[in-house]
């Protein structure tokens, strides 16, 4: 089955600098690859999302780029803000009518004030 | 709102007491998952339905282990006999039809057995 890996486990940055989260993945049929929020006690939420067909995404102060051959895709947030402060998760999945998405272990971000 | 709700969002069970979990997916959601969340870790995979169909359950740790959707809608997942090493949160998550990607999460129940 599919294995993700992310890294680093825990961040810290300080407000206004950039954040880059790695993660590589083993499943060559992979094609579909989300990011996930989850502050504290709360729901994990979508914030970016990236597939096969596309190297690169950005969404405001988030992007996401995909390097298929070498099988890894990195979440980078610019000009972090203290709100930013939370695990994030990625994740990916393969094609077929289930997409079952394979988490990572998390990722948790600290941004200094 | 219309998001996916989850209860009890707290539950404490002591060691051999059976749980019932509850997911309420958003209205008209095709498929529900649910996926276990250590302390420290990514979501597991647990089981998956389409409609009332259990289309996936290789997630399911053992047979103590339970899941159903009998009207395609709410969903219920139960652990019998539970032991400490079930002290998870259960994530609940519903995505609106078959071949879609975006999954939609509840907040989860925070189960801690004693």
């Known amino acids: 089955g599919e294995n993700v890996e992310q890294h680093p486990s825990t961040l810290s940055v300080q407000e206004g600098d950039s954040a880059v989260i790695k993660c590589t993945y083993s499943?060559?049929?992979?094609?579909?690859f989300p990011w996930y929020k989850q502050e504290l006690g709360k729901r994990p939420q979508l914030i970016i999302d990236?597939?096969?067909?596309?190297g690169e995404k950005k969404d405001q102060r988030i992007a996401v780029t995909l390097n298929k051959t070498a099988k890894h895709f990195s979440l980078h947030i610019t000009e972090t803000q203290p709100e930013d402060s939370a695990v994030y998760f990625c994740?990916?999945?393969?094609?077929?009518?289930?997409?079952?998405?394979?988490f990572g272990r998390g990722t948790s971000l600290i941004v200094h004030p | 709102g219309a998001g996916v709700s989850q209860s009890p969002r707290y539950k404490v069970a002591k060691r051999g007491q059976d749980v019932a979990l509850r997911c309420d997916p958003i209205?008209?959601?095709?498929?529900l998952f649910w996926y276990q969340q250590a302390l420290g870790q990514g979501p597991e995979f647990l089981t998956y339905f389409q409609n009332e169909a259990q289309l996936d359950k290789s997630g399911l740790p053992s047979d103590r282990f339970f899941a159903e959707r009998p009207e395609g809608s709410v969903s219920t997942l139960k652990i019998q006999r539970t032991q400490q090493e079930d002290s998870a949160v259960y994530l609940c998550?519903?995505?609106?039809?078959?071949?879609?990607?975006?999954?939609?999460f509840g907040a989860g129940t925070r189960l801690s057995v004693l």
């Open positions: 499943d060559s049929a992979s094609n579909y």
């Open positions: 998550a519903s995505r609106p039809s078959i071949g879609q990607n975006i999954q939609y």
């Open positions: 990236i597939r096969s067909n596309v």
């Open positions: 209205s008209g959601h095709v498929s």
């Open positions: 994740a990916a999945s393969q094609p077929g009518g289930s997409y079952i998405p394979t």
